[in-house]
């Protein structure tokens, strides 16, 4: 399921603009969402922190932010990756890295996971994009970008798998409820022929 280059661009134009009217009411929703929805994401941005310091690990949260808002955008609700779907990512990257040669020579943001780059392209080029705009204009150190791209590259594999069904993640939604939900004046549904809260709903 390649995301468009359509999408990426549409998600990071939104963002660019909550960002530069500094609407604080939608960057607060957004950030409740992403922590009841993606915490496994965002524990895997703080050890970045804890391990690098503080730099690292606000540009870590960033990127790991803007690969779910790209998802979430494309999938219309991406799912809930869990810690077993970003080590399994990280696995199957650990070996695709593996096979390119001269990797560490390359420069930081063309150091791109060949399988990944093949399942999305135009994400993984927007990224290589930003990292190295981020990095040209001293937003951020080189150090700070060869930390954190690989673990980008991680959510990027997580949520793809995911969305694909390879690696599924868990789902995100409101609970739907099997059977309706009875008032307190309605029929107890046990059949007594007493109002709900009268009998079984007593005290709820």
Known sequence: MTVPIEAVDATIAALTAIDETGDKRTMNRMARRLGKEQPALLRRAARLKDQHGDA???AAVFYSTLVWAIF???AERAPRLTPANIQQAESVLEEDWRAVAGLAEKPIH???APGLT???PHLCAKLSEL???DVRTEAMTAECAELIFAPTQVIVEAFDAAIDGRRPGERVGPIVRETAKVGRNDPCPCGSGK????????GR
């Open 110 to 112: 063309e150091r791109v």
């Open 118 to 120: 093949e399942r999305q």
């Open 131 to 133: 990292l190295a705009e």
């Open 56 to 58: 690292v690990g606000e």
């Open 195 to 202: 109002k709900y809260k009268k009998c079984h709903g007593v």
């Open 72 to 74: 979430d955008r494309h």
